[in-house]
């Protein structure tokens, strides 16, 4: 039996959008309703240290709503675990986060700070809620992950998706390495409907988060339509 693959939609541009002129439209929490009404199996928000897209009203509005799997990521700093320990989300992915960076650029170095991210997790463990790691897909990063108590790894695809040659290849060894660690494998960055079925593949990968691509799409087709044409990519490279 082929086990089935989950759909995380980030919603932080529709926040980019709305703080582009203010105002409360268009909301979040709206359109975190809509793509789970649209067959998203949940909601992903980056809650960054400059609040340049989602704010702590969405995180919390988001939270409040409980109507899907809320994947919070965020820095690994004492500010945010303390947000995440408050607001409790289904999970939280840390990530890299530097102030000049237009997106998350690379993974997060596992092995440079596997003291402090040791120290985080465990008071996220305490509180309840499960941590992922946003890691390249690199066999060092998989087993510090392993090591500092992450149930989940989420292997940054960008590279990939910027046709690195060899990159589907280190994306399937990791996989596999995380697997065999009895870690759960995510993967995300810079995934599209041209790109998303060789990664869907990978039978060890259950879960991949994609946001700015879907909401791009969601300005030709509407979100409804974009999420259903990426789960249906998803499902057909997984039924292979």
Request: with cysteine.
């Amino acid at each position: 039996m082929t086990e089935t693959i989950r759909l995380g939609v980030n919603i932080d541009h529709v926040a980019t959008l709305r703080n582009a002129r203010g105002g409360v439209h268009p909301d979040p929490l709206t359109v975190a309703k809509a793509a789970v009404a649209a067959g998203a199996d949940g909601i992903t928000i980056h809650l960054r240290e400059d609040r340049r897209h989602i704010r702590d009203e969405d995180a919390e509005r988001i939270r409040a709503w409980n109507g899907a799997p809320v994947n919070l990521e965020m820095a690994a700093t004492d500010e945010m675990t303390e947000i995440a320990c408050r607001l409790k989300p289904h999970a939280v992915c840390i990530v890299p986060e530097k102030r000049e960076e237009i997106t998350t650029e690379g993974g997060l170095d596992v092995v440079r700070h596997r003291a402090t991210l040791t120290l985080i997790i465990a008071r996220l463990n305490a509180a309840g809620i499960r941590v992922s790691l946003f890691i390249d897909p690199e066999p060092a990063q998989v087993r510090a992950s392993a090591e500092v108590g992450a149930a989940v790894v989420e292997l940054h695809t960008g590279a990939y998706a910027h046709d690195k040659p060899g990159e589907l290849e280190h994306l399937a060894a990791a996989a596999r390495l995380t697997a065999e660690l009895g870690l759960e494998c995510h993967a995300g960055h810079g995934l599209t409907f041209a790109n998303v079925g060789p990664v869907a593949a990978l039978k060890q990968v259950r879960e991949l988060n994609i946001g700015h691509y879907l909401i791009g799409e969601a300005l030709l087709t509407g979100l409804p339509a974009a999420i259903r044409e990426m789960r249906r990519l998803m499902l057909q490279a997984r039924v292979r």
